[in-house]
Nanobody
Framework: QVQLVESGGGLVQAGGSLRLSCAAS????????VGWFRQAPGKERDIVAA????????YYADSVKGRFTISRDNAKSSVYLQMNTLKPEDTAVYYC????????????????WGQGTQVTVSS
């Protein structure tokens, strides 16, 4: 019952910042747990951050802790990923995904996915 569209990707220099947005459409978006994932060429898709419906439970991958911040605005049906101090190794296609769950989902399946937005960090 939800469709996701990512935006905000682009080219940025190392050390710079970028803010990704995930706009959702559909009913009762607030009941969904949302995650940000990324996939670089030749690599597996990894979870970057996740946030539950209340925004009280948040997860970050070790590689982005202290640099990335996930947030959501249920009134706007949007989830954001603020990325600071970007590194070349952050280069990837970033996806937002959602799953209807009352709890934070980190390793479990996500049922709804956006098409991704490219983030490229130059050295």
């Amino acid at each position: 019952q939800v469709q996701l569209v990512e935006s905000g990707g682009g080219l940025v220099q190392a050390g710079g910042s970028l803010r990704l947005s995930c706009a959702a459409s559909g009913r009762t978006f607030s009941i969904y747990s949302v995650g940000w994932f990324r996939q670089a060429p030749g690599k597996e898709r990894d979870i970057v951050a996740a946030i539950d419906w209340s925004a009280k439970n948040i997860y970050y991958a070790d590689s982005v802790k202290g640099r990335f911040t996930i947030s959501r605005d249920n009134a706007k049906s949007s989830v954001y990923l603020q990325m600071n101090t970007l590194k070349p190794e952050d280069t990837a296609v970033y996806y937002c995904a959602a799953v209807r769950s009352p709890t934070l989902i980190i390793t479990g399946p996500y049922h709804y996915w956006g098409q991704g937005t490219q983030v490229t960090v130059s050295s």
